[in-house]
Each structure stands twice: as structure tokens, then as C-alpha cells.
């Protein structure tokens, strides 16, 4: 074997290892406000951080109450624009959704539907202090 085919060798599996992202959402508290901050988003391609606001323990969907999209990959500290401020004590759902109708422009309910994983959307709660 050449070296250039070793190298390959090599190469090839450990770029098909490393290209899987897993979508995840990782949250801590936030305080009240117009604007959250999620801590970390993983999605395998470009989409939406979504949050929904719980009412009565359930969240309202498919209204949200800000968006921000996102890169495929992992990103740290994405901040989330509020339509409406939240209040300490309550909690909001975080949520990827994909971004598959016209690229750039949040459209859901229509093409840019949840994440999912199986037959569960990717979601996390986050608190609000």
C-alpha cells in the first residue's frame, strides 16, 4: 500500500465518523425578558431554534414566540429574539426545527417541521428565573 493510499484509508472513515451531528438542544435557566439564550444547538442541517411558551403545562404550538436559525453543526450561545417577554418563575420549550421551504424565512406550520428523532420532537424545556 501506497502512503497516499493509507492516508486515504485513514481519512475516509474517520471523516464519515465525525460528520454525524446528533441534534440537541442544551439549556440553563435565563432570566426574564425579551431575549433568551440557549447554550448550545446541534442540528445535522441548517435550521430554526424555536421557542414555545408553556401554558397551563403545556406547550402552545404551533405558535412560537421567537426563532432564530442556525447552522448545521454545533453552535454555542444562540441568542432568541421574544415576540412577548417571559416571567420569572414560568418556563418555555426550546425545539429545532428543519428549514426546508424557502431558505432564511421560518415557515411553520408548512415545510419547516420539527426535528425529530423517531417518532419525538427535539426538545428542551428551559426555566426562566
Known sequence: ?????????????????????????MT?????????????????????LVVHAIVDGAPVVPASIGHAAVKAGTTKNVVVELSEPVEAGSKVLTM???DKGTIGEYEFPGDDHPV????KPIVQPLSIK
Open 28 to 48: 440553563s435557566a435565563q432570566p426574564a425578558g425579551k431575549t433568551l439564550t440557549v447554550d448550545s444547538v446541534s442540528i445535522a442541517d441548517d435550521g430554526w
Open 116 to 119: 425529530m428523532q423517531g417518532d
Open 96 to 98: 429545532l426545527h428543519v
Open 1 to 25: 500500500m501506497t502512503l497516499k493510499n493509507a492516508v486515504i484509508a485513514v481519512a475516509i472513515p474517520f471523516a464519515l465518523a465525525t460528520s454525524a451531528i446528533a441534534d440537541e438542544i
